[in-house]
């Protein structure tokens, strides 16, 4: 699992040093210049993968069941539970990525322990979505009875597909700077956007 944000340039430096470790580039070889076709195969691959499970929780004859460890007397509190946990990891991603990048803390380096918090909080917060996401899909189907509840379901749908273009992302020294922290800050506002149209929702009630 990859955490939401992970890698991107110092403001100012070279796009290819590691956030975390300074260390020019993610892995072995030497940096390649940015091409846009990374970019543009990410994209593809994250539209795919948002439409896919958009059309899976159309077609799919949504069972209406709990599944399994849920049970139904807990499963919108267990559901709520998970998307205000994700949604909290998210906004720890989001300030943590700031801090990382010097964007506060009067110039000081960032402490240690930061960016591996940073990583593991990004991980935990994707695993953590993963069974309400599952039962949303499995047990509900991509619904459009509300303004809300389709909301929630596109914002759903996108959130994995932002994730699976920023796995493509990570991994690839051919991309610009800003690519990285787009896309990250693109799954921070996508979960706190589907933690709105339905953990929000449910504890108003
Ligand atoms: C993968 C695409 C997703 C689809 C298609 C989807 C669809 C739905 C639908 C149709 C509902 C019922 C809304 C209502 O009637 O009020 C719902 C509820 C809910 N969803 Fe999702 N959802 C998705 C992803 C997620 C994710 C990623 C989370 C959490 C991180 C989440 C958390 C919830 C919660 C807490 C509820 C309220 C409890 C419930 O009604 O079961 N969903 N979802």
């Not at 803390?105 to 591996?116: C, T």
């Not at 990004?122 to 996401?133: E, H, I, K, N, R």
Request: aromatic residues 10%; proline residues 8%; charged residues 10%.
């Amino acid at each position: 699992m990859q955490p939401l944000i992970e890698r991107a340039p110092e403001p100012g430096g070279d796009p290819t040093v590691h956030l975390h470790t300074g260390v020019a580039g993610t892995g072995s070889g030497v940096a390649q210049p940015p091409t846009p076709w990374t970019l543009i195969g990410a994209a593809a691959v994250g539209a795919a993968v948002a439409f896919g499970l958009g059309v899976y929780g159309r077609v799919h004859q949504p069972t209406g069941a709990a599944v399994a460890p849920l049970r139904p007397d807990n499963i919108l509190d267990v559901k709520s539970a998970c998307a205000s946990v994700a949604a909290t990891l998210a906004l720890f991603q989001l300030a943590s990525a700031l801090r990382l990048y010097g964007r506060f803390g009067g110039g000081r380096p960032a402490p240690a322990w930061l960016g591996p918090a940073h990583r593991w909080s990004g991980t935990v917060a994707f695993v953590v979505s993963l069974p309400a996401a599952y039962h949303c899909l499995w047990g509900l189907g991509f619904q459009d009875t509300t303004t809300r509840v389709l909301a929630h379901s596109m914002l759903g749908c996108a959130f994995y597909g932002a994730f699976a273009a920023k796995l493509l992302v990570l991994h690839s020294r051919r991309v610009p700077g800003w690519a990285l922290p787009l896309l990250g800050s693109a799954l921070v506002t996508l979960l706190v956007a589907i933690w709105f149209t339905s953990a929000w929702w449910y504890y108003r009630l």
